[in-house]
Structures are given as C-alpha cells and as structure tokens.
C-alpha cells in the first residue's frame, strides 16, 4: 500500500535559522513527489514537486527538496526561516498508474519563534 | 489561482440529515478529487471523478456518494451524516500531474 510519513508532528525554529522537514515515502510505482503547505483556515498551496530528472528541486518562497531514491525520501529545506513560515507542511505522493490521486503525510507544524 | 469554488463554506448539521457539498471548476480540468482533511490524519482521500459520470473511491469512502453530471462540478453527499463526519472538506482539480485545492469546507455534524 502506499503510505507517506512525516515522523514529526511540530518541529520548532528560531526565525533565521534553517529547516529541514522530513517525508519518507513507500510507493509501488515511480513516484511524483509534492510538498504542500497550509496557513490557519486556508487551503493548500503547492510549494514544489518533483516528477523526474534532478534530485534537488526549487520552489517557492525560498523551499528546496531532495529526493533521494535509496532512502525513500524527500525532505524539505530552508536555508533561513522566516516567521511568515509558521504553517502546516504536507509531504504527498502520487503517479501517473494511480490516476494521479496523491497520498499525504500527516504534516508537520512549523512554530517559528523569534 | 486555480478556478475552484466550494460551496457551502461552512455547515452545521444535525445527524441523519443528508448534506451536499459542492465544487466547481473552471478549468476544464478532467480529473476531481475528495478529500477530508482531520487532525493527525493529514488529507484523506474519499472519492475522486476522472470524467464526467466516471468516479472511483477513495481509502474513506463509506458513508459517502459524489456525482459528477458536468465537467465543471463534483458533489459530494453524505447520505445520513454523523459526527465521525465532522471535518474540513476539501476539493483539488487536476489537468496532469499537479492537484489544485479549493478554500475548503468546514462540516460540523452535532
């Protein structure tokens, strides 16, 4: 079965300092891989993703992910947090033989103190 | 921003009544999606329409009906609603690969 995991639930930052964010993943086909990210009372907004070629990927606000295929993972960085960063982030997975229907992490809160 | 419209925002239900949430698009995106959204759980996919009258279910389906009768909606019904059913519906769209979200819908079943 497909399943993604996001082992912590609240990870806790001094603003400036740098985030990473952990997504393991266990998929029976080649995997698109997505981070999302949720405000309080808002929808989810994709930050990055990840269908093929290089492992390291760029999006947005300053985000970058690594997909690392031995490991199963793709975890999300950022070099300086920002407090406008406090949010829950979504780790998901999907592919193309499953209909594109994506399967999500549980998220991770991100608290950003100053 | 993806044009996708989830209606009601927000519903207060008493249990056993039904309840139908709706979602438009206005991409003419094939492919629309279901999912609850509960704490610790992440987004649960419930049912999702690769085409018009094509829907297929989700990993939490039970309890739950979608019609799609035109490209541009995707309703979701829940038959006889409960308070398991209590949470934040969202609705995603997608051309391809990349699925786009809706504002969401707070249910509460009392």
């Known amino acids: 079965a497909q399943s993604v995991t996001q082992p912590d639930i609240h990870i806790t930052v001094s603003e400036g300092a740098s985030l990473e964010l952990r997504c393991n993943y266990s998929?029976?086909?080649?995997?698109?891989l997505f981070w999302y990210v949720q405000s309080p009372g808002q929808g989810l907004q994709l930050l990055l993703k990840y269908f093929s070629g290089d492992t390291l990927v760029q999006g947005i606000k300053g985000f970058e992910a690594e997909f690392k295929r031995s490991q199963s993972s793709f975890n999300l960085r950022k070099p300086s947090v920002h407090w406008s960063d406090a949010a829950e982030y979504f780790c998901?997975?999907?592919?193309?033989?499953?209909?594109?229907?994506?399967?999500f992490g549980a998220g991770t809160i991100l608290r950003v103190k100053s | 921003d993806a044009g996708i419209t989830q209606s009601p925002r927000h519903k207060v239900t008493e249990t056993g009544t039904p309840v139908t949430l709706r979602c438009h698009q206005t991409?003419?995106?094939?492919?629309m999606y279901w999912y609850r959204q509960d704490p610790g759980h992440g987004l649960r996919l419930i049912h999702y329409s690769y085409g018009v009258k094509d829907t297929d279910k989700g990993e939490v389906s039970d309890g739950y009906s979608v019609s799609r009768s035109k490209t541009e909606d995707f309703l979701l019904t829940l038959e006889s609603a409960t308070s398991s059913q209590t949470s934040v519906y969202f609705c995603?769209?997608?051309?391809?690969?990349?699925?786009?979200f809706g504002s969401g819908t707070q249910l509460s079943v009392l």
């Open positions: 998901a997975v999907g592919a193309k033989e499953y209909g594109n229907k994506l399967v």
């Open positions: 998929y029976g086909a080649t995997p698109y």
């Open positions: 991409e003419n995106h094939r492919y």
């Open positions: 995603a769209i997608s051309g391809g690969e990349k699925l786009f």
